[in-house]
């Protein structure tokens, strides 16, 4: 049965299960019923567990198996408190690993970067934004996106990173994750740049975080 209830962030949220028909969301809704997002639900199942099979580091294809076989999955479509911010995210639920949400659209952010490492670009090649926080929370990665900060007066201590070719694709609060031209990737925090490795050892961190059930947090928090 569909459920419509108010959250957190000023809005409602309209949530549906397998059992619930498309048909039957709430007007104020249907705007975020995209092609896209019609087409996963009859085949959610099939369509994560393509995810997980292109994954491209063995945590992220673990996590997203794990949440796959647990088959809970919803569909969530989120208002808030403003008519920009709403979002429509299929919610998969596990015990044993970290839950989260998938937005399956592609991103239509302006500061998209096409441009980006292939192996950060193909970790969403099925969903634009992997949320682990939930609609209105800190906490989620996302397509590569151009990092948006003044470069001459953001680094102050830590490693010389060019963050003029830098892209952004998670974040904690004020902390990002970051991935550059030379495939290495880490947090940016506080005016300070801390390495974690290649754009692959970022993933496989982040995603084995998830995995066992635990927040990928900043570079202090995990």
């Given at each position: ?28 809704h ?10 996963v639900?009859p ?128 974040e ?51």
């Open positions: 049965m569909i459920t419509v209830e108010e959250n957190d962030s000023g809005g409602q949220t309209v949530t549906l299960t397998s059992e619930d028909s498309l048909d039957h969301v709430p007007v104020s249907q705007f975020m019923l995209t092609k896209q997002v019609r087409q639900f085949r959610v199942q099939s369509y994560f567990q393509s995810m997980s099979s292109e994954a491209p580091v063995p945590s992220m294809k673990q996590w997203v198996k794990s949440l796959i076989d647990s088959k809970k999955w919803e569909l969530q479509l989120h208002t808030g408190w403003s008519k920009d911010h709403y979002a429509a995210y299929y919610y998969l639920n596990c015990e044993a690993s970290r839950s989260a949400c998938f937005a399956v659209d592609a991103s239509k952010d302006e500061y998209r970067c096409d441009d980006a490492p292939k192996t950060l670009k193909s970790a969403f090649k099925f969903a634009s934004e992997i949320s682990w926080g939930g609609f209105g929370y800190p906490g989620s990665a996302f397509y590569p996106l151009q990092f948006r900060m003044n470069v001459n007066t953001k680094l102050e201590r830590g490693p010389k990173i060019n963050l003029e070719r830098a892209y952004l694709w998670g904690w609060q004020a902390d990002f994750l970051y991935a550059t031209d030379d495939d290495q990737t880490g947090w940016y925090s506080d005016f300070e740049c801390h390495p974690i490795g290649s754009t692959a050892d970022g993933l496989e961190w982040y995603f084995g975080r998830l995995l066992i059930d635990e927040s990928p947090l900043g570079p202090d928090g995990g």
